[in-house]
T-cell receptor, first 113, second 112 residues
Framework: DVKVTQSSRYLVKRTGEKVFLECVQD?????MFWYRQDPGLGLRLIYF???????EKGDIPEGYSVSREKKERFSLILESASTNQTSMYLC????????????FGPGTRLTVL | AQRVTQPEKLLSVFKGAPVELKCNYS??????LFWYVQYSRQRLQLLLR??SRESIKGFTADLNKGETSFHLKKPFAQEEDSAMYYC??????????????FGTGTLLAVQP
């Protein structure tokens, strides 16, 4: 059974804190993604990575950075959390190729106070 | 620009009624299209992909290149179909990988 896991289901942080969201996949997928999911806005891509140490900006990268030191792990970093980053964050992984399914983690609901 | 449009935020139907969730796309090449579903308190998961031409849980979707649409249909809705549905497009968009572009989602509510 394929698995994408995220380090926390719920997280509460204060404005200005540095926040780390961790994602691990066990499918040996090349590609990993971070999205935020907001009502009425759907899924918006923050960053993605197609290989170890490689990363590309998605549609809304401002205020975020990422790290991929190992193939199975993709971290999302909020350098200085702000209240407008309160959201559901979804990690996903996918094998290379257009036709392949993207597998999602359970999500982390982040609240920034 | 590559885009996926789901015009309805909410679709409410009665049990047994037909369902059609609309999806239109904009893409200059040959797209691959998917429907993803998120049931309450569950993770987002693939429902079906156009290349498979299969029916999953009674749902079907046909790619219409002339109308650039990929509507999701089911002849008789069930209460357990209530969920958020996302249409997604995959294509080569530069860079070294193919990304999925998602629509904004349609919440399907099936009333008893």
């Amino acid at each position: 059974d394929v698995k994408v896991t995220q380090s926390s289901r719920y997280l509460v942080k204060r404005t200005g804190e540095k926040v780390f969201l961790e994602c691990v996949q066990d499918m040996d997928h090349e590609n990993m993604f971070w999205y935020r999911q907001d009502p009425g806005l759907g899924l918006r891509l923050i960053y993605f990575s197609y290989d170890v140490k490689m990363k590309e900006k998605g549609d809304i990268p401002e205020g975020y950075s990422v790290s991929r030191e190992k193939k199975e792990r993709f971290s999302l970093i909020l350098e200085s959390a702000s209240t407008n980053q309160t959201s559901m964050y979804l990690c996903a992984s996918r094998a290379s190729g257009r036709i392949y399914e993207q597998f999602f983690g359970p999500g982390t609901r982040l609240t920034v106070l | 620009a590559q885009r996926v449009t789901q015009p309805e935020k909410l679709l409410s139907v009665f049990k047994g009624a037909p369902v059609e969730l609309k999806c239109n796309y904009s893409y200059s090449g040959s797209p691959e299209l998917f429907w993803y579903v998120q049931y309450s308190r569950q993770r987002l998961q693939l429902l079906l992909r156009h290349i498979s031409r299969e029916s999953i849980k009674g749902f079907t979707a046909d790619l219409n290149k002339g109308e650039t649409s990929f509507h999701l249909k089911k002849p008789f809705a069930q209460e357990e179909d209530s969920a958020m549905y996302y249409c997604a497009l995959s294509g080569h968009m530069g860079g070294a990988t193919n990304k999925l572009i998602f629509g904004t989602g349609t919440l399907l509510a099936v009333q008893p």
